[in-house]
């Protein structure tokens, strides 16, 4: 079975859906995001060994050209993924979907579901299907975190497997959205309808900033496109307040956070389109 | 009755004047303190052998503590009268008919707990509150009031968190009411518990108690599959998050003090084959001379109204037998072996907790006394959280606070090894980080997987709360601040609760 690059597994959240859930953060990702706060989940790892020298503790090895990392020894200083210049992450394992579920496992009976998450959890859909599966039959609830651009159309077991996606629109706009991201957005928003009409978008994501991009059009846009959905189902919007943490260089300091009085106009802005539960975080 | 030396005279009356002149007790504290004073000077149990040296010695010293009971028990240490009965018929001896409407409930009800004694003097049950007030429920803004006034009350007047209200396992409008005022009032007493059961108590009504746990740091959730399991139907939380029956209570409750025991040993095998024994044997005949006093010849049981009326029986009494310092043993243990690994970190201290666990169960089910029928003539076993007194003890199992695992999955893996232990009580305690995200339904998922897996008690806090819980009790933290600013305060638990942040850094616990 094929194996996927795993970032980090959290054990148990709470901000990664509904309940206690085990959330799994798969590496690599198709977009690559101005306001990415965790931009080393971005690219796979080339291996080029430059990180090893920051390492203090002696987590990091470098041999025969190859890395390798053992989490007993690592305090999470971060000192290697500020150093990588390639958006990546010497700290990830290589895990087989039933490797991934025994550590699902443990936590059980505590969670009631987990959420795959990335990176873009999509990019290693065999593996992703699998774990899903394997999930299921646990019965545990299945979430995806996923930016869309994957076409959920042409997967139909994907969409069985699944209880539910959140969605980040990140942007109506497509000249905007590929400034954001470096993608464009129609699959994004061919997702966004067509998971609504199969009663399988939990929720859906805007990051918003004080003065770039347009949240508000990003907003009545997403209304739009889902206004036939949100009368018989409840779609959640979050709107989420851009936070510096974690964001990489140039865009740290372009970009500003919104202010409060901005994220509440918009929350009520999507409460007026027919959002019935508005999240603001 | 045995005489005692006149130094002894003398030094109780020097406590008892500065007692008098304490600037710092409240009236009903120094009365209480008094009381225990004048009960000092009497010399009536007869004490096993060998106690003298494991308990009449400075706090270093000591292997056994019996949490000043008094030198002649005058009632049973926590006693849990019958309410229900009493809403049914009133009681003769207190001039009360049963009452008719929500404001006769709530006044009877409080001129009862006037009456309940205690170690404290103060009630520590009060009632599974919601269904004793429900049936009076007409007119639900009326009943907002009256219960406010209620609740308000027992903050002001029962001046001892240890007073304990239980509430569930089914939701009900009084206790939605109670929920919705304890998240309004905020305040310190009573501790509260839901009887908490997946599948009986309804989601929505146990989501409440969350939000409100989550606010003012109450309720706390019982695993009310297993008490049953273990002790009936008719059990109640009391006091800390004791579990006893209904219509009983307990005698007396001492504490083996383990990690001073562990100091004792030469090595592990020792302490389990040599030490422990000898003072679980000691401890067990103390309680029973204790209990034998109670019933025999203090008259409590023939005397009071509430035995006379039937609130309580003395067949449904039973008697707590206590542990502190359970990590600091393991520990101690441990590096007498030359060792290192500590209890919550290691597989192996851990193995070595459950294995003292298994001894002092075998021994307690071993060990009978005839006046505890209700329970199988064994004590119950207890996880005492520690007195503000303390130093280098850990409550009951607890980890040491500062030393909890990363993970909170392998620190409830931890509790899953000792609850089951515990009938007559055991906890944890995990205060949330709700900063970020609301989500009751996490904390919710959390009680239902633990119950599943044999954890008993749960208790949450928000972080940042005002109100806090300290070992079992809670305190409010601005009272804390008035009182070390010199400044005397309402409820007797403040200090403790002071001292215990001050010796055992119970802020610092790890949020979750
Ligand atoms: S994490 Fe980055 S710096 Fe380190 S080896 Fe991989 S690509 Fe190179
Ligand atoms: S985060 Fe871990 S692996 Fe990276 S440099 Fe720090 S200790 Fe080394």
Request: some cysteine; overall charge negative; proline content about 4%.
């Amino acid at each position: 079975m094929k194996k996927a690059l795993v970032n980090k597994i959290i054990p148990f959240s709470c901000v990664d859906g509904p309940g206690n859930r085990t959330a799994v953060f798969l590496q690599g990702c198709n977009f690559s995001c101005q306001y990415c706060h965790n931009p080393e989940t971005i690219t796979v790892c080339e291996n080029c060994g430059e990180c090893v020298a920051y390492c203090k503790t002696g987590a990091l090895t470098f041999t025969a050209g190859k890395m390798s990392y053992d989490s007993s020894r690592c305090v999470l200083c971060d000192a290697c993924i500020r150093h990588c210049r390639k958006l990546s992450s010497p700290r990830t394992e290589l895990l087989s979907a039933q490797e991934t579920m025994e550590r699902v496992r443990r936590n059980m009976p505590y969670i009631r579901g987990i959420t795959v998450s990335g990176g873009e959890c999509t990019r290693q859909a065999e593996y992703l299907k699998e774990l899903l599966r394997l999930a299921k039959a646990e019965g545990l609830h299945t979430l995806l975190d996923s930016n869309g651009s994957y076409a959920f159309r042409e997967d139909e077991e994907l969409l069985d497997l699944c209880d539910g996606v959140m969605l980040d629109v990140k942007e109506a706009d497509v000249q905007l959205h590929k400034e954001l991201t470096g993608c464009d957005n129609q699959q994004v928003l061919d997702n966004l309808v067509f998971l609504a009409e199969k009663k399988k978008l939990h929720e859906v994501r805007t990051v918003v900033m004080a003065e770039h991009f347009r949240a508000e059009n990003t907003i009545l846009c997403t209304g739009k496109l889902l206004k036939s959905y949100l009368s018989e189902q409840n779609i959640r919007y979050k709107i989420i307040k851009y936070r510096s943490v974690g964001v990489r260089e140039p865009y740290r300091s372009r970009l500003v956070p919104p202010s409060d009085e901005m994220l509440e106009r918009l929350g009520k802005l999507a409460e007026d389109i027919g959002f019935k539960e508005i999240i603001i975080i | 009755m045995r005489s005692i030396s006149m130094e002894r005279v003398e030094q109780t009356r020097q406590a008892m004047l500065d007692t008098v002149k304490s600037a710092t007790l409240t009236h009903e504290q120094k009365v209480a303190a008094m009381a225990n004073l004048a009960d000092s000077l009497l010399e009536v149990l007869d004490y096993p052998e060998g106690l003298e040296d494991m308990l009449f010695v400075p706090f270093e010293k000591q292997l056994i503590c019996d949490l000043n009971e008094g030198h002649a028990p005058l009632r049973p240490r926590y006693i849990v009268p019958d309410y229900e009965k009493f809403m049914r018929e009133g009681s003769a001896f207190l001039q009360l008919p049963p009452p008719k409407d929500i404001w006769e409930a709530v006044n009877y009800l409080l001129i009862f707990y006037k009456h309940v004694p205690s170690v404290t003097n103060f009630p520590v049950y009060i009632g599974n509150i919601d269904y004793l007030l429900d049936p009076f429920i007409k007119d639900e803004q009326e009943a907002k009031k009256a219960i406010r006034l209620f609740l308000l009350q027992i903050d002001r007047t029962i001046l001892d968190s240890f007073c304990h209200a239980n509430i569930g396992p089914k939701a009900t409008r009084a206790g939605y009411l109670i929920l919705e005022l304890e998240k309004e009032l905020e305040q310190a007493v009573p501790n509260l518990t839901l009887k908490y059961e997946e599948g009986v108590t309804q989601d929505d009504f146990a989501l409440a108690a969350v939000e409100a746990s989550l606010h003012s740091a109450k309720p706390s959730f019982a695993n009310h599959k297993m008490f049953t399991s273990e002790l009936g139907e008719d059990y109640v939380i009391a006091s800390c998050y004791n579990g006893l029956l209904l219509g009983g209570g307990s005698y007396t409750l001492s504490r083996l003090l383990l990690g001073h025991i562990a100091e004792r040993a030469e090595n592990i095998e020792d302490f389990k084959n040599r030490v422990l024994p000898q003072v679980m044997e000691t401890m067990a005949a103390y309680m029973d001379a204790r209990i034998r006093f109670i019933v025999e010849e203090s008259g409590f049981f023939e005397n009071n109204f509430l035995a006379k009326e039937g609130f309580i029986y003395r067949d449904r009494f039973s008697a707590m037998y206590g542990l502190v310092g359970m990590a600091e043993c393991v520990n101690t243990l441990m590096k007498k072996e030359g060792k290192t690994c500590r209890f919550g970190a290691s597989e192996e201290a851990d193995r070595l907790g459950v294995e003292i666990m298994d001894i002092i169960d075998a021994f307690n089910r071993k060990h009978k006394n005839i006046y505890c029928g209700a329970t199988g003539n064994s004590f119950l076993l207890h996880a005492q959280v520690g007195l503000a007194s303390d130093t280098g003890s850990s409550p009951g199992c607890r980890i040491p606070i500062g030393e909890e695992p990363e993970s909170f999955p392998e620190h409830l893996r931890h509790c899953e090894k000792f609850h089951k232990y515990f009938p007559s009580g055991i906890g944890d305690i995990f205060p949330i980080d709700t900063t970020v995200h609301k989500n009751p339904e996490y904390v919710l998922d959390i009680v239902k997987g633990a119950f599943k897996n044999q954890v008993r008690y749960l208790s949450f806090y928000e972080k940042d709360s005002d109100v806090v819980r300290i070992t079992g009790y809670l305190v409010k933290r601005s009272e804390m601040e008035k009182l070390k600013a010199g400044q005397n305060v309402l409820q007797d638990t403040t200090a403790l609760g002071l001292g215990g942040t001050e010796n055992g850094h119970l802020l610092e616990r790890k949020v979750r």
